[in-house]
């Protein structure tokens, strides 16, 4: 076969692999997020309440920023997908919440973008139809500082997020099963960067040690997607008709304990700690689970499988927008709601004023981690 023919072949596999991975997402989110074992500590961590809140609902902004973006609220929408026809058409319904709501929207991996340049087009439509959507861009840790450049441009993006995802490539039949060079790649595209660069989980958590690597190598900012929603593992199972990898599916730091393990090696990093933003994602359920990662330490929280179900929910492109919409103001309303009774006005107060109680068990799972 020529290069060229073998690229066509590729190119296929992704964009099959990427509607495969949508509906399947899909699919097998709403029982995730039911799963108690997933949810079993961040349910048990409880605020105290405070019968006196001294708050007016008036006073309270949830406002944050991160990665150079400012954002009305404490979440967004967390890289899913683009690339193909299907997908495409959620990211451009996604856009149009993002632009309603002043939302970031984070895209999925743009390495077809990178592969085939026929696939450029959609995404510069998408932009240039949103010209005020923070748009971030989105590649694996294989690619080079020039793919991190030209995704970046092709989309205009405020932000380049850099996925990590050796669990998935490793349950992947196709996937790549060489990991090094990771560290030189992420720290090369750090520097050459022209836009705050994220590296993120896409599932699976990051613990101490990683936070520790990736702040060590000069990124700011990390998206430690845990476990609890949408599962790689679980999907690329499921794709491949196989049960090779059922154990995988477990496998991984429960938000919660990620986000806790990452807040540790923000805080031993001393001196440059404030200027490390940490974005708490993977599973993450509505506004109760927001407040309360950003009381432990986040300073955003992203969703991904939330805005699926929610963009999906009718084959009405208006109607899928307006309802997407309409949940985001009633989130916001809730977490206003919530910090409101809670006594704090602003994110900094949550983290710092807000007092609650952890579980036993993520009391004994941090004393072992400690040693
Ligand atoms: C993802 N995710 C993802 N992440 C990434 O960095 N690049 C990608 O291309 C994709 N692709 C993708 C497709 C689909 C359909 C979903 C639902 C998710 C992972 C995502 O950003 C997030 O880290 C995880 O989904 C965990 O968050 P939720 O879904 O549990 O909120």
Redesign the pocket.
């Known amino acids: 076969m020529t290069m060229e023919g073998k690229d066509m072949v590729q190119d296929v596999h992704i964009s099959s692999r990427k509607d495969d991975?949508?509906r399947l997402?899909q699919q097998f989110?709403v029982h995730n997020v039911q799963a108690l074992s997933n949810h079993d500590e961040i349910d048990a961590m409880q605020f105290v309440h405070q019968a006196l809140p001294e708050m007016s609902r008036e006073r309270v902004s949830a406002s944050t920023s991160f990665a150079g973006i400012s954002l009305p609220r404490p979440y967004f929408i967390?890289?899913?997908?683009g690339g193909t026809e299907l997908t495409n058409r959620v990211n451009y319904r996604l856009a149009r919440v993002a632009h309603d709501t002043q939302s970031a929207l984070?895209l999925?991996?743009m390495s077809i973008a990178v592969k085939d340049p026929r696939t450029r087009d959609a995404y510069r439509q998408l932009r240039d139809d949103f010209p005020d959507v923070r748009f971030i861009a989105?590649l694996g840790a294989e690619h080079t500082v020039e793919s991190a450049q030209l995704v970046q441009e092709v989309i205009g993006a405020v932000a380049l997020?850099i996925?990590l995802?050796a669990v998935q490539e490793i349950v992947m039949p196709e996937g790549e099963k060489d990991f090094t060079g990771w560290m030189n790649n992420i720290r090369a595209i750090v520097q050459e960067s022209h836009v705050p660069v994220i590296v993120?989980?896409?599932?699976f958590g990051m613990s101490y040690e990683t936070v520790q690597q990736l702040l060590n190598i000069g990124v700011h900012t990390v998206d430690i997607?845990g476990r609890?929603?949408?599962n790689f593992a679980q999907i690329e199972n499921a794709r491949n008709n196989k049960q090779d990898f059922n154990y995988m599916e477990n496998w991984g730091l429960s938000t919660i304990r990620s986000l806790i393990e990452a807040v540790e090696a923000r805080k031993n990093q001393g001196v440059d700690a404030h200027d490390v933003s940490i974005i708490a994602?993977?599973?993450?359920r509505g506004p109760l689970d927001i407040v309360k990662y950003c009381a432990l330490g986040a300073d955003a929280v992203?969703?991904?499988?939330?805005f699926?179900q929610a963009i999906t929910s009718s084959d009405d492109d208006n109607e899928a927008v307006e309802s997407t919409i309409e949940l985001i103001h009633d989130w916001d309303e809730h977490i206003t709601n919530i910090m409101t009774i809670l006594g704090v006005e602003n994110l900094e107060q949550l983290r710092t004023q807000a007092r609650y109680t952890l579980p036993e068990s993520l009391i004994s799972y941090r004393r072992q981690r400690a040693q």
């Open positions: 991975h949508l997402a989110y967390n890289a899913m997908t984070a999925g991996s989105n997020q996925h995802n993120k989980e896409v599932g997607a609890g929603g949408t994602s993977g599973g993450v992203g969703l991904s499988g939330a699926l």
